[in-house]
T-cell receptor
Framework: DVKVTQSSRYLVKRTGEKVFLECVQD?????MFWYRQDPGLGLRLIYF???????EKGDIPEGYSVSREKKERFSLILESASTNQTSMYLC???????????FGQGTRLTVV | GEDVEQSLFLSVREGDSSVINCTYT??????LYWYKQEPGAGLQLLTY?????DMKQDQRLTVLLNKKDKHLSLRIADTQTGDSAIYFC????????????FGKGTKLSVIP
């Protein structure tokens, strides 16, 4: 059974903390993605990576960074968490064009 | 740029048919997907259609594609309470593109 696994289902962090969200996939996919999901706004792409150590900004990269040191792992970093980063974060992976994207179960982050 | 549009809400009675509509703008899209997100979970692929098809049926699900109007629909027959979820339409631009373009999602509520 193929899987994308996010390290936490729920997180509560304080304003100003550095936050790491981890995502691991076991399908040997080239491409990995981080989205945030907010009511009425759908999925918004934060960053994606098309290869190890490669990254591209998505639509809303401000306040975030990413790391992809190994093919199977893609980390999202909030350098200094703020309350407007309270959201549901979804990781996805995909082999390439014309293929399905697989999603993790999501991490609901609350910044207080 | 590419944009995928869906209405945000749909409410139907149990046993009725549900029709969720989607319009897209990239005429070169190769595949179009429907994803389902149950409460508190990630997205799962429900079904897809290749761009050279007009219709695809899979048990209670029927996907219709009108390429001329760039219109995609998902019909769920005999809608059940377990079908309550958010449904996302997504287009795949094909070769050379890493990511899918998602609509904002339609929240389907099934009334018992």
């Amino acid at each position: 059974d193929v899987k994308v696994t996010q390290s936490s289902r729920y997180l509560v962090k304080r304003t100003g903390e550095k936050v790491f969200l981890e995502c691991v996939q076991d399908m040997d996919h080239e491409n990995m993605f981080w989205y945030r999901q907010d009511p009425g706004l759908g999925l918004r792409l934060i960053y994606f990576s098309y290869d190890v150590k490669m990254k591209e900004k998505g639509d809303i990269p401000e306040g975030y960074s990413v790391s992809r040191e190994k093919k199977e792992r893609f980390s999202l970093i909030l350098e200094s968490a703020s309350t407007n980063q309270t959201s549901m974060y979804l990781c996805a992976s995909r082999q390439g064009a014309n293929t399905e994207a697989f999603f993790g179960q999501g991490t609901r982050l609350t910044v207080v | 740029g590419e944009d995928v549009e869906q209405s945000l809400f749909l409410s139907v009675r149990e046993g009725d048919s549900s029709v969720i509509n989607c319009t897209y703008t990239d005429s070169s899209s190769t595949y179009l997907y429907w994803y389902k997100q149950e409460p508190g979970a990630g997205l799962q692929l429900l079904t897809y259609i290749f761009s050279n098809m007009d219709m695809k049926q899979d048990q209670r699900l029927t996907v219709l594609l009108n390429k001329k109007d760039k219109h995609l629909s998902l019909r769920i027959a005999d809608t059940q309470t377990g079908d309550s979820a958010i449904y996302f339409c997504a287009e795949d631009p094909g070769a050379g593109s890493y990511q899918l373009t998602f609509g904002k999602g339609t929240k389907l509520s099934v009334i018992p």
